[in-house]
């Protein structure tokens, strides 16, 4: 039986996005290169107000989740 659905989905995206950025001292080596990626990528995830992400150069999508049927009739 052929019936009309309506359901949320959940996408999850994967972006590559270049902006300059006024890194931590803390982040940052002898040599003024970032040493700590893991650090400053959870420091990035815990200050969004410190970068604008704008237009993606590179977007893919990685996966779609449906989440819920809101309706079917």
């Known amino acids: ?3 009309t659905v309506k359901f949320s989905v959940e996408r999850t995206t994967e972006a ?6 006024t890194v931590p001292e803390e982040f940052l ?8 990626e893991d650090g400053f990528c959870e ?3 815990d200050n969004p ?9 590179f977007e ?3 996966g779609t989740t449906v989440l819920e049927i ?3 009739y």
């Open 60 to 62: 893919e999508i990685q």
């Open 1 to 3: 039986m052929q019936k």
């Open 16 to 21: 590559e996005v270049e902006l300059e950025l």
């Open 43 to 45: 420091w990035l995830n």
């Open 70 to 72: 809101l309706n079917a």
């Open 29 to 36: 080596d002898e040599d003024g290169e970032i040493g700590d």
């Open 49 to 57: 107000g410190e970068w604008e992400l704008s237009e993606p150069f």
